[in-house]
């Protein structure tokens, strides 16, 4: 079955630092991956996708991340973080062999604080 | 703006009475989902629908039912609230099926529950 782990609950960085978030992946099948935002009291916001076409996905904000197979990572990125980026991040992957039918299973999430 | 509307959007109840969350989309997709979101715990699928009357159980389905008569509305039943119930509950839906489908959910503003 599908899993996807977060490494880290929390991470603080300064405003105009680089942003990094970890996401490991495991899945039989190739998967689709995304990563989430969540402010407070919303709902969640897709960042960004990937899907089996480039490695290296933009998404809005600013963001980016890359797949990669090998490490079955697909980590988010942001080269220099604004203080509208604190929010709480969610990866997940498609739950294609699992029987449900379009599901994601989701992280635990990261809840991202900026500093000023 | 998915056009998924949520409702109530916050509910303060006593154990052992029915709630009944609601989740209503505008644009008549198939796939329906109900998530509830914890700390520590990410988002946990509850139950999905596949179309009209053709719903199915997730990971966290015990203590809840789903109903769906009509495309646009996806209903989650409490049969008799508990205090382990109290959660912020997301609906989402998939659009497109197919080649049209890429994956992503699309999520609504959320219902906080509190089970007193």
């Known amino acids: 079955a599908q899993s996807v782990t977060q490494l880290g609950s929390h991470v603080s960085v300064s405003e105009g630092a680089l942003v990094l978030l970890r996401c490991n992946y495991s899945?039989?099948?190739?998967?689709?991956l995304f990563w989430y935002v969540q402010y407070p009291n919303q709902g969640l916001q897709l960042l960004l996708k990937?899907?089996?076409?480039?490695?290296l996905v933009k998404g809005i904000n600013g963001f980016e991340a890359e797949f990669k197979k090998s490490e079955t990572s697909f980590h988010l990125t942001k080269p220099s973080a604004h203080m509208s980026d604190a929010a709480e991040y969610f990866c997940?992957?498609?739950?294609?062999?699992?029987?449900?039918?379009?599901?994601?299973?989701f992280g635990k999430g990261t809840k991202l604080s900026v500093k000023p | 703006d998915a056009g998924i509307t949520q409702s109530p959007r916050h509910k303060v109840t006593e154990t052992g009475t029915p709630v009944t969350l609601r989740c209503h989309q505008t644009?008549?997709?198939?796939?329906m989902y109900w998530y509830r979101q914890d700390p520590g715990h990410g988002l946990r699928l509850i139950h999905y629908?596949?179309?009209?009357?053709?719903?199915d159980k997730g990971e966290v389905s015990d203590g809840y039912s789903v109903s769906r008569s009509k495309t646009e509305d996806f209903l989650l039943t409490l049969e008799s609230a508990t205090s382990s119930q109290t959660s912020v509950y997301f609906c989402?839906?998939?659009?497109?099926?197919?080649?049209?489908?890429?994956?992503?959910?699309?999520f609504g503003e959320g219902s906080r529950l509190t089970v007193l």
């Open positions: 629908s596949y179309g009209v009357k053709d719903t």
């Open positions: 990937y899907t089996s076409a480039a490695t």
């Open positions: 644009e008549n997709h198939r796939y």
């Open positions: 997940a992957v498609s739950d294609e062999g699992g029987g449900s039918q379009g599901n994601l299973i």
């Open positions: 899945s039989s099948v190739p998967p689709y």
């Open positions: 989402a839906i998939r659009k497109g099926q197919g080649r049209t489908n890429t994956g992503e959910l699309f």
